[in-house]
């Protein structure tokens, strides 16, 4: 049985590590999810170029999704490379995994499934094993959908019994 959610996901979000089984990709390998190869940082392996549908682009040091419509935020799932469980900036890497975030006050609730997709997809697609940060613990695979759904409910659940509408502008001042 999973824990309870930790009280901070509920304003904060949701964080899931995908933790890279042997050595980790580099930056130019993480940059071919956007389609593109980078000209300063050639890829050593292929694996992300087959993610590039996903939608995934470069912003600021990290990779996003962004949001579709004006409601909720502009950047509906982040990728960010990490090192020694730390948020890598600036780092050519290997990186030791990627954290993918997701803040489900921020966004409509149907927004929810483009950072399920990308977890499963990733997590399906790289040697990869899942930890669910706030609870500090792995997610077997073939519990993680199921996982990270339950939360993303969960959260959801929360703010609708405080009338408040996920992604609405209500939501964005909190």
Same mark, same amino acid.
């Given at each position: 049985?999973?824990?309870?959610? *930790?009280?901070?996901?509920?304003?904060?979000?949701?964080?899931?590590?995908?933790?890279?089984?042997?050595?980790?990709?580099?930056?130019?390998?993480?940059?071919?999810?956007?389609?593109?190869?980078?000209?300063?940082?050639?890829?050593?392996?292929?694996?992300?170029?087959?993610?590039?549908?996903?939608?995934?682009?470069?912003?600021?040091?990290?990779?996003?999704?962004?949001?579709?419509?004006?409601?909720?935020?502009?950047?509906?799932?982040?990728?960010?490379?990490?090192?020694?469980?730390?948020?890598?900036?600036?780092?050519?890497?290997?990186?030791?995994?990627?954290?993918?975030?997701?803040?489900?006050?921020?966004?409509?609730?149907?927004?929810?499934?483009?950072?399920?997709?990308?977890?499963?997809?990733?997590?399906?697609?790289? *040697?990869?094993?899942?930890?669910?940060?706030?609870?500090?613990?792995?997610?077997?695979?073939?519990?993680?959908?199921?996982?990270?759904?339950?939360?993303?409910?969960?959260?959801?659940?929360?703010?609708?019994?405080?009338?408040?509408?996920?992604?609405?502008?209500?939501?964005?001042?909190?």
């Amino acid at each position: 049985m999973t824990s309870p959610l *930790p009280a901070r996901c509920f304003d904060r979000g949701l964080a899931i590590d995908l933790i890279f089984r042997g050595e980790g990709p580099e930056f130019g390998d993480l940059f071919l999810i956007t389609g593109d190869e980078h000209p300063s940082f050639p890829p050593k392996s292929r694996l992300f170029a087959k993610l590039s549908d996903l939608g995934f682009e470069q912003i600021d040091d990290f990779f996003g999704i962004r949001s579709d419509s004006a409601r909720g935020d502009d950047v509906a799932v982040w990728l960010i490379p990490v090192i020694d469980d730390e948020e890598a900036f600036h780092e050519p890497g290997p990186f030791d995994a990627i954290r993918l975030t997701f803040d489900a006050l921020r966004h409509p609730e149907d927004r929810a499934e483009l950072f399920i997709t990308a977890i499963l997809r990733l997590a399906r697609s790289l *040697p990869v094993a899942a930890f669910d940060v706030a609870r500090y613990r792995s997610v077997p695979e073939a519990e993680l959908e199921a996982h990270v759904r339950r939360d993303i409910h969960d959260i959801h659940a929360h703010w609708h019994s405080r009338d408040i509408e996920c992604g609405s502008a209500a939501a964005m001042r909190l």
